[in-house]
């Protein structure tokens, strides 16, 4: 089963953006990285660029709107995605906590939905 | 059972229901073989307790009163469902009233009714802290990193499985019990390591093991002549002793062999000595008291006495030989290593490798702690990072991985 992990930030982990690997909470998510891969889980993911690059748009009253700024106002943003493939939901938490984001912000797991994408992509 | 009747009614509630909650529900289910009824009977007595005690009073006996309350209750919920009652003795036994102002204790064939071999071992614990100790099921599904919605599903089945599956609440026969004991504190010691893992990040860790002790407390009273229960008390007390030492003032990891004994509880130590002395009495080693004796030694260094990596080679063989499990044998790895160096212990790990399942060791994170040490201590820098960034990676704990990220980053710059 594949399971998204939506990466939600806080302000505080955003701020580490800019550093390099000397910094703890980026060095833990290189180290985080090596051993999704290396447990042979890892589907895909990547990192976001920071909320005030995002552009949302949608069509009000039979008008194209386009808005800068993300999609909601709130201090967590998306930072990322990572995409894995476990047997269950059990396997999922427990990559899960080991994320290094939930001590930074908070992690939503959500399974893909395979037959959606089948009626689209069929 | 002591109640401060001047204490307001809510306060009077929540000691009951800790004091008394186990002992309700196992009195309750045994005579009707049903937990889940029991739990909703019981619950539905704290409702009527909350509406009636801060009008009427707390009464004088609040654990008789919640125990009838809950047992009418009962009668009236198999009466509603027609549901038909397990024997007639059961029946009558829930329809008498109750008198006398305490009530056996059936706790312990709860407990091994949460741990029947029948029952999911994945569950045993969660079913334990529930059943036994009250605890909810939010609460529980965090602790065990299960989502609450499967969590209550599971153990909706479990309860499901007690009712219908004809499991016999009872304490087992001579020569069942040791098996099903152990299954007993395998269950409890399963909710103490999760306090463990959980300590450094709140305060609630805390909670869970000590529920933990009380239960291997309650099972000591219980069962006064089983080696393995003071060997499961003594290892937890030893582990208790450690606790404030295991953090530094800013919350930073402490490992075992960097904590300051003057920081470790005498008290609990000398306690935990006095069980591992009383369990050696029996003759009967078992898992945990092997795991309580490499604690011990640990121990000694509160007597300024230095660490004999000997004595815990030696004990962690001996439950790597009851077990073969991850946990021993890394331990033996990493005790190996200090008895004839890092090669010897590196030795093991690629033995282990070899021998488990890929999918088992890649994920335990303690098997990457370890071999990243030794591989540094040997100057095997590139694969000592490498290990070091799996153990990063597989910890959960934020403390920990800033932990090994201190040490890992020594490798890149020794000067430090």
Same mark, same amino acid.
């Given at each position: 089963m594949q399971f998204a992990f939506l990466i939600h930030e806080s302000p505080e982990a955003w701020e580490t953006r800019p550093r390099d690997q000397s910094d703890p909470y980026v060095a833990a998510w290189r180290s985080y990285y090596k051993a999704v891969v290396a447990a042979g889980v890892y589907v895909g993911g990547n990192p976001l660029e920071v909320p005030e690059t995002a552009t949302v748009l949608r069509v009000v009253d039979g008008k194209m709107q386009i808005q800068d700024g993300p999609f909601a106002d709130t201090k967590e943003q998306l930072a990322g995605i990572l995409v894995i493939e476990v047997p269950s939901l059990d396997e999922a938490l427990e990559w899960g906590a080991r994320c290094p984001v939930t001590s930074m912000g908070a992690l939503e797991i959500r399974p893909l939905a395979p037959a959606t994408h089948r009626k689209i992509t069929e | 059972m002591s109640i401060d009747a001047a204490a307001s009614p809510d306060r009077a509630i929540e000691r009951v229901a800790r004091e008394s909650y186990g002992r309700l529900v196992a009195y309750l289910s045994v005579r009707t073989g049903d937990v889940a009824s029991a739990e909703d009977a019981l619950s539905e007595a704290m409702i009527r307790a909350l509406a009636s005690w801060p009008r009427d009073g707390v009464p004088g006996s609040p654990e008789a009163w919640l125990l009838s309350t809950a047992r009418h209750a009962l009668i009236d919920m198999m009466r509603r469902q027609r549901v038909a009652l397990a024997t007639a003795e059961s029946a009558s036994l829930l329809r008498r009233p109750d008198r006398e102002p305490g009530f056996p204790d059936e706790r312990l064939k709860l407990l091994f009714i949460c741990a *029947? $071999?029948?029952?999911d071992s994945a569950i045993h614990t969660p079913l334990m802290l529930q059943t036994v100790l009250g605890l909810d099921a939010a609460r529980i599904a965090s602790a065990f990193l299960i989502s609450p919605k499967t969590m209550g599903q599971r153990l909706v089945r479990a309860k499901t499985k007690i009712r219908s599956g004809g499991l016999r609440f009872e304490i087992p026969e001579r020569r069942h019990l040791p098996q099903r004991l152990q299954a007993v504190l395998e269950a409890i010691y399963a909710a103490f390591g999760i306090a463990w893992d959980e300590a450094g990040a709140d305060e609630s860790g805390r909670d869970l093991a000590e529920e933990a002790v009380w239960l291997a407390r309650m099972v000591l009273q219980l069962l $006064? *002549?089983?080696a393995e229960v003071y060997g499961l008390l003594a290892l937890m007390l030893h582990c208790e002793a450690r606790r404030a030492a295991r953090r530094g003032a800013n919350g930073e990891y402490i490992p075992l062999a960097r904590?300051?004994?003057?920081?470790?509880s005498a008290a609990l130590i000398d306690e935990a000595e006095q069980l591992l002395v009383k369990a050696a009495q029996f003759r009967r080693p078992g898992r945990f008291q092997w795991e309580a004796a490499i604690q011990s030694v640990h121990a000694e260094r509160i007597r300024g006495r230095a660490t004999d990596w000997h004595g815990i080679a030696c004990f962690y063989e001996q439950l790597a030989r009851l077990s073969r499990g991850l946990g021993a044998r890394t331990g033996y790895a990493a005790a190996i290593a200090k008895c004839n160096g890092p090669q010897a212990g590196l030795a093991v790990l690629d033995e282990i490798e070899k021998t488990s399942e890929r999918s088992l060791f890649t994920v335990y994170q303690p098997f990457w702690a370890v071999r990243a040490h030794l591989l540094e201590a040997s100057g095997k820098r590139i694969e000592a990072l490498e290990a070091y960034d799996m153990a990063i990676g597989l910890s959960r704990d934020a403390a920990v991985r800033e932990f090994l990220h201190g040490e890992r980053a020594k490798i890149l710059s020794p000067a430090v």
């Amino acid at each position: 089963m594949q399971f998204a992990f939506l990466i939600h930030e806080s302000p505080e982990a955003w701020e580490t953006r800019p550093r390099d690997q000397s910094d703890p909470y980026v060095a833990a998510w290189r180290s985080y990285y090596k051993a999704v891969v290396a447990a042979g889980v890892y589907v895909g993911g990547n990192p976001l660029e920071v909320p005030e690059t995002a552009t949302v748009l949608r069509v009000v009253d039979g008008k194209m709107q386009i808005q800068d700024g993300p999609f909601a106002d709130t201090k967590e943003q998306l930072a990322g995605i990572l995409v894995i493939e476990v047997p269950s939901l059990d396997e999922a938490l427990e990559w899960g906590a080991r994320c290094p984001v939930t001590s930074m912000g908070a992690l939503e797991i959500r399974p893909l939905a395979p037959a959606t994408h089948r009626k689209i992509t069929e | 059972m002591s109640i401060d009747a001047a204490a307001s009614p809510d306060r009077a509630i929540e000691r009951v229901a800790r004091e008394s909650y186990g002992r309700l529900v196992a009195y309750l289910s045994v005579r009707t073989g049903d937990v889940a009824s029991a739990e909703d009977a019981l619950s539905e007595a704290m409702i009527r307790a909350l509406a009636s005690w801060p009008r009427d009073g707390v009464p004088g006996s609040p654990e008789a009163w919640l125990l009838s309350t809950a047992r009418h209750a009962l009668i009236d919920m198999m009466r509603r469902q027609r549901v038909a009652l397990a024997t007639a003795e059961s029946a009558s036994l829930l329809r008498r009233p109750d008198r006398e102002p305490g009530f056996p204790d059936e706790r312990l064939k709860l407990l091994f009714i949460c741990a *029947h $071999p029948a029952i999911d071992s994945a569950i045993h614990t969660p079913l334990m802290l529930q059943t036994v100790l009250g605890l909810d099921a939010a609460r529980i599904a965090s602790a065990f990193l299960i989502s609450p919605k499967t969590m209550g599903q599971r153990l909706v089945r479990a309860k499901t499985k007690i009712r219908s599956g004809g499991l016999r609440f009872e304490i087992p026969e001579r020569r069942h019990l040791p098996q099903r004991l152990q299954a007993v504190l395998e269950a409890i010691y399963a909710a103490f390591g999760i306090a463990w893992d959980e300590a450094g990040a709140d305060e609630s860790g805390r909670d869970l093991a000590e529920e933990a002790v009380w239960l291997a407390r309650m099972v000591l009273q219980l069962l $006064p *002549h089983e080696a393995e229960v003071y060997g499961l008390l003594a290892l937890m007390l030893h582990c208790e002793a450690r606790r404030a030492a295991r953090r530094g003032a800013n919350g930073e990891y402490i490992p075992l062999a960097r904590q300051d004994p003057t920081r470790w509880s005498a008290a609990l130590i000398d306690e935990a000595e006095q069980l591992l002395v009383k369990a050696a009495q029996f003759r009967r080693p078992g898992r945990f008291q092997w795991e309580a004796a490499i604690q011990s030694v640990h121990a000694e260094r509160i007597r300024g006495r230095a660490t004999d990596w000997h004595g815990i080679a030696c004990f962690y063989e001996q439950l790597a030989r009851l077990s073969r499990g991850l946990g021993a044998r890394t331990g033996y790895a990493a005790a190996i290593a200090k008895c004839n160096g890092p090669q010897a212990g590196l030795a093991v790990l690629d033995e282990i490798e070899k021998t488990s399942e890929r999918s088992l060791f890649t994920v335990y994170q303690p098997f990457w702690a370890v071999r990243a040490h030794l591989l540094e201590a040997s100057g095997k820098r590139i694969e000592a990072l490498e290990a070091y960034d799996m153990a990063i990676g597989l910890s959960r704990d934020a403390a920990v991985r800033e932990f090994l990220h201190g040490e890992r980053a020594k490798i890149l710059s020794p000067a430090v």
